[in-house]
């Protein structure tokens, strides 16, 4: 079993910037961010995998980049140029040391834009 940690969600001006960090408990082969505003369903937001591949949704490409410190097994979020439609709860997601299907969720932390 695999436990994420999030942190560094909030309050934000359109047009800031915010970082979540993502701490897994142990080795995981992809990890990313999804989102969930309210009456909408959730969607990818950026994944990487071990060799440090990338993938992004198309509302966020050029604003977000996401990273990660293998010895730490933690996973970054670094979102620029915020918009309020970007408004929603984030959460992250991993799999197995060895899987591709996120099966280990965290708890999600809230990302608030102000127009």
Not at 53 to 75: L, P
């Amino acid at each position: 079993q695999v436990q994420l940690v999030e942190s560094g969600g909030g309050l934000v001006q359109a047009g800031g910037s915010l970082r979540l960090s993502c701490t897994a408990s142990s080795s995981i082969n992809v990890i990313g961010w999804y989102r969930q505003a309210p009456g909408k369903q959730r969607e990818l937001v950026a994944s990487i995998i071990s060799d440090s591949r990338t993938n992004y949704a198309d509302s966020v490409k050029g604003r977000f980049t996401i990273s990660k410190d293998n010895a730490k097994n933690t996973a970054y979020l670094q979102m620029n140029s915020l918009k309020p439609e970007d408004t929603a709860a984030y959460y992250c997601a991993a799999s197995s040391s060895t899987g591709w299907f996120m099966k280990y969720w965290g708890q999600g932390t809230q990302v608030t834009v102000s127009s």
